[in-house]
């Protein structure tokens, strides 16, 4: 029989020790462990205090840093914050005070049927409910070079220290990607005051955010404000240039130019940590499979954030939506399921909001269209505003804005509530600025 030993003192929640008679090795046992410490984890680990105030909890992040949010990443970048404004909570001792344990350490394995956990150390943790919030990692396209000095992700604070060392004022940098990550970077690189090209293989910017109207005008923008953007183009490899101490790569691009460069920082897009997970006998697709109470396919393991593949708000399919809100939301979902009061999750909205050097873009939902559903537009391309509804009989389904950022709450809200417009679809068919006269009139029926 194993002997139990309390490790944590006082009246806070305790950890048991687990350890078979005359063995060196214990596993420590937990009511709680959450492995992967972003905006995610901590949402759930938060909750679940606020749920369980007996319960011991255990977070583990598989990074040398306090847990930090990557969205804070690029205002380090340009010196808006130092590394301690990434963090998520600023508060010192703020883990401690709730009792909950932190612990930096890289999860290898799950055995489901133990409900143990295989840490990097060769350690192990068991728990009795598991929630995974791993989230994602940055994608390398199998491209000869890019492991060449000088090649860098932006997604670690890692990263971040050495794009900072290396992305000087007039240096000659390279941005592979425009995608929604990618356009953040793009900004925080500008403002650096770089020598800025950016590469996307898609025909426009942002192509899963904006339609060829939308994202075309962002280039363009873009363009005016000194970043030279390459769409349509792919980069074929990145090589050593022996010919300068300062711009040591040479980028090769499809279209037959060739860049020199200072620094190539690589945006390709993001997939969900799932490696750990190939013997935990858990059903994965794009990421883990979770069901409306964000539970897996094993009942005391949860997934949440960017590894979790969730309810969509608008049509019910399971999906990754990598986006920040919707971590925090699912952290608060979980975390009472865990804690066992039963809430269902009403499903994630497809939703981003993109600042690039001074003009906003925003879509919402089913942003290009649903089959059988029909459409507004209006825009003023010299004056850099778009706006684009998108409608499912007399509803709100999806919407694209550029320029524009006074009706954001009003079309997430029509949006979200399902809100039946009646005759107010058609005037805002005829006029899509009347969109807060509509909310006004429907949303409080």
């Not at 055995?111 to 791993?134: H, M, P």
């Not at 425009?178 to 005051?193: N, V």
């Not at 090769?252 to 200072?262: E, L, T, V, Y």
């Amino acid at each position: 029989m194993g002997l139990l030993k309390r490790w944590f003192g006082g009246d806070k929640p305790q950890a048991e020790e687990v350890t078979d008679t005359g063995s060196v090795a214990a596993d420590t046992a937990y009511r709680y462990v959450v492995v992967g410490a972003g905006p995610a984890g901590v949402s759930v680990v938060e909750n679940l205090r606020r749920q369980d105030p007996d319960g011991s909890i255990l977070l583990l992040g598989d990074e040398p840093e306090p847990p930090y949010s990557r969205m804070a990443i690029p205002y380090l970048l340009v010196g808006k914050v130092g590394e301690s404004g990434t963090y998520l909570r600023q508060q010192q001792g703020h883990y401690e005070d709730l009792a909950i344990q932190f612990r930096h350490a890289r999860v290898i394995g799950i055995d489901a049927t133990a409900k143990r956990v295989t840490l990097d150390d060769g350690s192990g943790v068991r728990y009795e409910q598991l929630c995974l919030a791993t989230g994602a990692r940055p994608i390398r396209p199998p491209i000869p070079g890019l492991d060449l000095p000088r090649v860098h992700h932006c997604w670690t604070l890692q990263d971040a220290r050495q794009i900072i060392e290396l992305a000087h004022d007039g240096a000659n940098v390279v941005l592979m990607g425009a995608g929604f990550i990618g356009c953040i970077i793009l900004e925080a690189l500008a403002l650096r005051g770089v020598n800025l090209t950016v590469v996307e293989m898609g025909d426009r910017m942002v192509p899963r955010m904006l339609d060829p109207v939308a994202g075309t005008m962002l280039k363009q923008w873009c363009q005016e404000k000194g970043v030279n953007v390459h769409t349509s183009t792919r980069i074929t490899q990145v090589e050593a240039n022996p010919a300068s101490d300062e711009d040591t790569l040479l980028v090769d691009m499809d279209n037959g130019q060739q860049i020199p460069a200072h620094l190539v920082v690589v945006a390709a897009g993001v997939k969900s940590n799932l490696d750990y997970l190939q013997d935990a006998g858990l059903a994965v697709d794009q990421g883990v499979l979770v069901n409306e109470y964000l539970r897996t396919s094993d009942a005391h393991i949860y997934a949440v954030g960017d590894v979790a593949q969730g309810p969509d708000f608008e049509n019910g399919d399971r999906v990754v939506h990598a986006i920040q809100p919707t971590a925090t939301d699912h952290g608060r979902i979980a975390a009472q399921n865990m804690a066992g009061k039963s809430t269902p999750y009403r499903g994630s909205m497809q939703m981003n909001v993109l600042d690039t050097l001074g003009l906003i873009s925003v879509s919402f939902g089913e942003w290009d269209g649903v089959p059988g559903g029909d459409q507004t537009i209006m825009q003023d391309k010299e004056g850099y505003r778009y706006m684009r509804l998108e409608f499912e009989g007399d509803r709100l389904v999806g919407a694209q804005c550029v320029g524009r950022t006074n009706h954001i709450g009003v079309i997430r809200g029509l949006i979200e509530g399902r809100v039946a417009l009646g005759h107010w679809k058609e005037r805002l068919k005829q006029n899509p600025h009347l969109i807060m006269d509509a909310y006004l009139s429907c949303a409080q029926q």
